[in-house]
């Protein structure tokens, strides 16, 4: 089961900014949080991760609690090609050398003209 | 650098056949997991392979199968195919190391009539 709760659907103005919600109240102290997209039909889109610490990179900011418990995923202005799902994902590492994925339903982010 | 890489893009197969779909990952990496993708379950780890071997492996019948090449390209096979098989299939590549970030292909529609 995915350890992230997410918002069904978010919609968000053209050119404003898009703030999505992540809970992983569940999380340990040695898992990051990813975050992907995926547009229709396409392969799921690497955004950021982070740790602990506030992530920004040049397509978005990820700001996490202090208690790791949710995290933002702030998208400063949002376009039309913003609109997609958003996955907030605690990535689960088993063993020594092995990583899977596991995705929750994410959020659909509808950018409005 | 080019991303991951998957053929055929778009497959139609009949119940009963069998199928082989291909993943050259992103150069250099050493990784590749496979995905499924389907309206009804979402986004489902299958298996992950390292340096031709797997690594960790899905909830998935034996049906589905995969193997890793010298070179880090992987192949899935799905054998004895059902209507359910229809779904996005979806291949991600990393570096090697567990802390390193998945990057995703644009996928392989696979339709079962």
């Known amino acids: 089961d995915a350890k992230t709760t997410q918002p069904t659907s978010m919609d968000c103005a053209e050119g404003r900014a898009a703030n999505l919600p992540c809970n992983h109240s569940?999380?340990?102290?040695?898992?990051?949080v990813y975050w992907y997209r995926q547009i229709h039909s396409q392969g799921p889109q690497y955004i950021i991760h982070?740790?602990?610490n506030n992530e920004t990179n040049e397509m978005a900011s990820l700001i996490i609690t202090e208690d790791r418990k949710s995290s933002t995923l702030i998208l400063p202005h949002a376009t039309l090609r913003d609109t997609a799902v958003y996955y907030c994902?605690?990535?689960?590492?088993?063993?020594?050398?092995?990583?899977?994925?596991?995705f929750g339903t994410g959020t659909l982010l509808a950018v409005q003209p | 650098k080019a991303g991951v890489t998957q053929t055929p893009r778009y497959l139609i197969k009949t119940r009963g056949q069998q199928v082989t779909l291909s993943c050259s990952p992103i150069?250099?990496?050493?990784?590749v997991s496979w995905y499924q993708q389907t309206p009804g379950q979402g986004l489902q780890f299958l298996f992950e392979?390292?340096?031709?071997?797997?690594?960790n492996k899905g909830n998935f019948p034996g049906r589905f199968s995969g193997r890793q090449f010298s070179n880090s390209r992987s192949e899935m096979n799905v054998s004895t195919l059902e209507l359910g098989d229809s779904a996005l299939y979806l291949c991600?590549?990393?570096?090697?190391?567990?802390?390193?970030?998945?990057?995703f292909g644009p996928g392989t529609r696979l339709t079962v009539l």
């Open positions: 991600a590549s990393r570096l090697g190391h567990i802390t390193d970030t998945q990057y």
């Open positions: 994902i605690v990535r689960v590492a088993q063993g020594g050398a092995t990583n899977k994925l596991i």
């Open positions: 569940t999380i340990s102290g040695n898992e990051y």
């Open positions: 392979y390292f340096s031709e071997t797997q690594r």
């Open positions: 150069s250099g990496h050493r990784s």
């Open positions: 982070g740790l602990k």
